[in-house]
């Protein structure tokens, strides 16, 4: 991308127009990483929540050295809990292993079940098997929206040794654990699991059945 393209988004991330800005960080889509980061920073601090949410989000995909410490620092002490749950879910997005002690924290120590929610999610990104404890913690809790990120991210990290523990949960009334569940079991090839999904093939809801299906696609080209 041309300077003078540049040079036009960077005008535009200084609208007093909060569109403008939007529609400036979404053109930074095409633009390499060690570009947009300097203009995506100019609005990490924006008076308007959507700005600072899609600038949050950007540095997850534009990885440069810069972002990983930006994003921890956002998800240590930003006094806004929807800015921090971003936050966590761009540090995921990075898939930078040095993000991990960040993410645990902020599970254990945030107090907004949304930023747990996007740590955890954002563990199971980051594929490392030392998250297991801190997800087995999240599927038995008594939230939901926990236990889903769970099991999907057991799933993502190999835990092998949990499949008991997330097969429970082939019986659950929340078609979304049910969904979750079947999408996670596709990456183990065992024989509980290709039985479990066999079942879960079968269920009422066509979302669940599908994801079934595919997981049981999957192990059958990766074996």
Known sequence: ??????????????????????????????????????????????????????????????KTDECMPILVKLLETDPDYGIRADAAGALGYLRDIRAFEALVRAFYEDTEWLVRFSAAVSLGNLGDIRAKQVLLEALHSCETVLQQAAISALGEIKAEDCIEEILVFAQSDDWLIRQRLAQSLGNFNTEKCISALKFLAKDANSQVSQAANYSLDKILFNS
Request: proline letters at 3%.
């Open 1 to 62: 991308m041309s300077t003078i393209n540049l040079a036009e988004i960077s005008s535009k991330l200084e609208s007093s127009n909060s569109k403008d800005r939007l529609l400036a960080l979404v053109s930074l889509r095409e633009v390499e990483a060690q570009d947009a980061v300097p203009l995506i920073k100019k609005v990490l601090n924006d008076e308007m929540l959507p700005v600072r949410s899609m600038a949050v989000f950007a540095l997850g995909v534009k």
